[in-house]
């Protein structure tokens, strides 16, 4: 009878929403924790006052089809599951943006700073936290991002499931755009604690922009059980780029990387050290015993809403030019239905770690054990709401696997 009861207030919040008009978003995917997996279920109606949004989610999960439900999220480090009725509801969104503040409480999205030499892509799907900015974003403000949530309502309960937190700051004058940023995960780390900064100088030169980076990445460990030195490093970086209607290019062709440094530290990856597949910045980093050099490439084509590319290059190079290592291949590609009456979307992503320079071997063999891959293709049967064919391919058993999942347009 529980179970009805709860699948009856999933639709009724749902179908309410609806009728009142608001944007909702409904998420209903499967959220691994340390100890299995569950099948999670959220609507969450969101509330729209002129400059400021209010999303408060109602939630359940399950560990399979048909057990006992429980309210809230999947439990975390020291929480227990909750059959507590009104910790099935939460608060997934605040946020207000005004011309010299903005603020925002909910699930994170990807961060990068500069051109990514230290910050890349960094996220922790399905996590939450604030981001508070003071100042004026076109000219000079200040913003802080800080891993923050509230578990449950009842006993009321906050925490972090993510551990990096970091400063931005930047400043625009007579179109010379500095811009600083510093991150550690001090806070909250259990196993190494990282102190990261970056420094960007860039001169807009009419549709065309130069300039340079330089960042600083130090590691040392966290408890005395954990058995690493402590090690610090630079890297120092010139290039530039375009940008125009539909298309930006960045690049940074020449880059010092001192002993103990690594492109992109704070990645994807950041909050999941040893659990990929790909080569921890961490242990590159420790293992990195001589300077290099290095440069990245950036390339962004987007066509109004129908279209959405991105490709990157990075990678590091002796001096003598003789030999290239900690090649990282990325791209994702978003299409949208130019018809109204037929409202689907494509999405695919790859991502690759390289031996070597021959791309010749990339396309002869597009994937091995270094290969993130996976596509979607989703149909909007109503507002919010999709099923999708999902392809992607499993680096440990060297096959392609496929699924079909229902769920929701996650874009809180």
């Known amino acids: 009878m529980k179970k009805i009861i709860v699948l009856i207030g999933l639709l009724s919040v749902f179908v309410l929403s609806f009728s009142f008009g608001l944007t909702v978003v409904p998420i209903f995917t499967t959220i691994e924790t340390e100890e299995e997996e569950n099948l999670f279920y959220s609507v969450t109606p969101i509330f729209e006052f002129d400059t400021v949004k209010i999303g408060v989610g109602f939630e359940a999960y399950q560990s399979e089809i048909g057990g006992t439900f429980y309210y809230g999220k999947p439990r975390y480090e020291n929480t227990e599951d909750s059959t507590n009725l009104i910790n099935a509801f939460n608060i997934n969104l605040v946020e207000f943006d005004f011309n010299n503040f903005g603020f925002r409480y909910g699930y994170m999205p990807r961060y990068?700073?500069?051109?990514?030499?230290?910050?890349?892509?960094?996220?922790?799907?399905?996590?939450?936290?604030v981001d508070i900015r003071l100042g004026n974003s076109d000219t000079a403000y200040i913003s802080g991002h800080i891993p923050f949530e509230i578990y449950k309502l009842s006993p009321f309960e906050i925490g972090n499931q993510s551990k990096f937190s970091f400063l931005e700051g930047a400043l625009n004058i007579s179109g010379?755009?500095?811009?600083?940023?510093?991150?550690t995960n001090q806070l909250y780390s259990e196993w190494k604690n990282d102190l990261v900064a970056n420094i960007g100088i860039y001169k807009d030169l009419g549709g065309l922009f130069a300039g340079v980076e330089s960042g600083y990445i130090f590691t040392?460990?966290?408890a005395t059980s954990v058995d690493f030195d402590a090690e610090s490093g630079f890297l120092m970086g010139a290039g530039g780029g375009f940008n125009s209607e539909y298309f930006s290019f960045r690049a940074l062709p020449v880059i010092y990387i001192s002993p103990h440094a690594v492109l992109s530290y704070v990645d994807e990856d950041y909050e999941y050290i040893g659990q990929t597949t790909n080569v921890s910045k961490h242990e590159q980093l420790l293992s990195k015993t001589e300077s290099s050099l290095g440069g990245l490439?950036?390339?962004?084509?987007?066509?109004?809403?129908?279209?959405a590319l991105n490709a990157r290059y990075s990678y590091d190079m002796t001096f003598d030019f003789s030999s290239i290592s900690n090649q990282e291949l990325f791209g994702d590609l978003r299409i949208n239905s130019p018809f109204s009456e037929y409202p689907f979307e494509l999405y695919g992503y790859y991502r690759r770690n390289l031996d070597s320079l021959d791309f010749v071997e990339v396309f002869?063999?597009?994937?091995?054990?270094?290969?993130?891959?996976e596509y979607e293709f989703s149909y909007f049967f109503m507002p919010g709401m999709k099923i999708s064919y999902i392809e992607y391919y499993d680096q440990d058993d060297d096959i392609f696997k496929n699924k079909i999942h229902l769920g929701g347009s996650f874009n809180f």
Do not use: H, Q, W
């Open 112 to 129: 990068s700073f500069g051109m990514g030499t230290v910050m890349y892509r960094y996220t922790k799907p399905m996590t939450k936290a």
């Open 176 to 183: 010379i755009d500095l811009s600083v940023m510093v991150g």
């Open 220 to 222: 040392s460990p966290a």
């Open 297 to 307: 490439y950036d390339l962004v084509f987007e066509y109004t809403d129908l279209i």
């Open 364 to 373: 002869e063999d597009l994937f091995d054990e270094e290969t993130e891959f």
